[in-house]
T-cell receptor, first 114, second 115 residues
Framework: AQSVTQLGSHVSVSEGALVLLRCNYS??????LFWYVQYPNQGLQLLLK??????LVKGINGFEAEFKKSETSFHLTKPSAHMSDAAEYFC????????????FGRGTSLIVHP | NAGVTQTPKFRVLKTGQSMTLLCAQD?????MYWYRQDPGMGLRLIHY???????AKGEVPDGYNVSRLKKQNFLLGLESAAPSQTSVYFC??????????????FGEGSRLTVL
């Protein structure tokens, strides 16, 4: 079964610092990969997705993620954190060649200090 | 454009009571999903539907039932609520019209407390 692991339930950064949120998947065949963001008391919304085109994917709000097949990773980065980036971030995978049902990671809470 | 709408947004139940959560989407999506979100557990899939009249079990289906009588609506029912079902429930929908999987569009959530 497909699984996705997000390392670190909480990540704390200073405003202006680099943001790095980690996501690893378990699959011998590269899946489709997504990052979603959840602001307090809201539903999830899509940040970006990888669907086997370019390995470096740019999303909204200055975030980007790089698909690395050799490391089975899809880490999310942003060069400079802003206070408004404080939220919960979820990585999700959909296996290629079949079901369109996503599996979500447990989430990483991003805390941004002034 | 409303997107995905969930009702009610908040509900408090006593153990053993029943209730139904309603999800409505106006994007003509084929796929609809019900997830529950608990602290430290991420989102876990309860049931999903790939089209009108079809439903399937997800990761944590026990204690829940669903129906998709109309394409735009997906109902989640609790026949006999238990405290373990205290959670935030999210409905989502997506269009899978061939090609790479599409993104999920989420409702704002329904917070359920079972006493």
């Amino acid at each position: 079964a497909q699984s996705v692991t997000q390392l670190g339930s909480h990540v704390s950064v200073s405003e202006g610092a680099l943001v790095l949120l980690r996501c690893n998947y378990s699959s011998s065949v590269p899946p489709y990969l997504f990052w979603y963001v959840q602001y307090p008391n809201q539903g999830l919304q899509l940040l970006l997705k990888y669907t086997s085109a370019a390995t470096l994917v740019k999303g909204i709000n200055g975030f980007e993620a790089e698909f690395k097949k050799s490391e089975t990773s899809f880490h999310l980065t942003k060069p400079s954190a802003h206070m408004s980036d404080a939220a919960e971030y979820f990585c999700a995978v959909i296996p290629s060649g079949g079901s369109y049902i996503p599996t979500f990671g447990r989430g990483t809470s991003l805390i941004v200090h002034p | 454009n409303a997107g995905v709408t969930q009702t009610p947004k908040f509900r408090v139940l006593k153990t053993g009571q029943s209730m139904t959560l309603l999800c409505a989407q106006d994007m003509n999506h084929e796929y609809m999903y019900w997830y529950r979100q608990d602290p430290g557990m991420g989102l876990r899939l309860i049931h999903y539907s790939v089209g009108e009249g079809t439903t399937a079990k997800g990761e944590v289906p026990d204690g829940y039932n669903v129906s998709r009588l109309k394409k735009q609506n997906f109902l989640l029912g609790l026949e006999s609520a238990a405290p373990s079902q205290t959670s935030v429930y999210f409905c989502a929908s997506s269009s899978q019209a061939g090609g790479p999987p599409g993104e999920l569009f989420f409702g704002e959530g329904s917070r359920l407390t079972v006493l």
